[in-house]
């Protein structure tokens, strides 16, 4: 633990000296989306909405905190290359990488988190959410309980969702690099497998309505996620022997 809490604080102290560039990309993402945020909420609106619920504001300056709330959002995103990036460079050199990994496999890398994200978006957006909040409409409705939504509660559990299940896609991805750079093993990875399965359902509880439904719907794509990146990375390693 002391060892990881270490690493921490060198990735830490080596993204300090490139703050000017990460904030740079950060402030551009904001302002450029901010100015385009007004169809995306219509958007998500009219795609995601029951039918028979409605979307409110309960103060006068909700709708714009959310838009400011998704315009840093989006920023930070756009961010996340550029921070990886940097990472990576402050791991090979704390670690010693005496082979730096190719341009050729960086863009391979760099495509394969940009489409996992995506599917993990699109995963959340057009399958999982409409289940979601159809389910717990009807559950209110049954209730006879009428749905009347905030704006800023409705949109910021839908974008809540879809950047979780995006990251949570990311998993593959990390457990890869972090076994080719030799921060963790493959049989280790196999070995607290049951552990990181209890771990996921109890971060899906966390992140999502109190209902099984919901639990499910994120839990299993991160643990099959989990095991794809345990098959690919023990297939790569078998190749660098």
Do not use: W
């Amino acid at each position: 633990m002391t060892d990881i809490i270490e690493e921490l604080g060198y990735i830490t102290e080596g993204l300090k000296k490139k703050l000017i560039p990460i904030i740079a990309v950060i402030f551009a993402g904001f302002a450029v989306s901010f100015r385009f945020l007004d169809p995306v909420l219509f958007k998500i609106k009219q795609d995601l909405l029951p039918e028979g619920a409605t979307l409110i504001y309960i103060s006068p300056a909700e709708v714009i905190m959310l838009k400011l709330k998704i315009a840093i959002v989006i920023g930070i995103i756009l961010a996340l290359p550029i921070i990886g990036y940097y990472v990576y460079k402050t791991l090979k050199v704390r670690l010693g990488i005496r082979n730096p990994m190719k341009k050729s496999r960086l863009i391979i890398l760099l495509t394969s988190a940009i489409i996992l994200f995506i599917s993990g978006a699109c995963y959340s957006y057009f399958l999982m959410l409409p289940l979601v909040l159809s389910y717990l409409h009807y559950l209110s409705a049954s209730a006879g309980v009428v749905a009347t939504y905030s704006i800023y509660e409705f949109i910021s559990f839908v974008i809540t969702l879809t950047l979780i299940l995006g990251i949570a896609f990311e998993v593959p991805l990390i457990i890869i690099f972090a076994v080719q750079l030799g921060l963790v093993q493959i049989a280790t990875l196999k070995e607290y497998r049951r552990y990181v399965i209890v771990a996921i359902f109890v971060l899906a509880a966390i992140f999502t309505p109190p209902d099984v439904v919901s639990q499910l719907m994120v839990a299993f794509p991160l643990i099959i996620c989990y095991e794809i990146g345990i098959i690919v990375a023990s297939i790569i390693s078998k190749r660098h022997l």
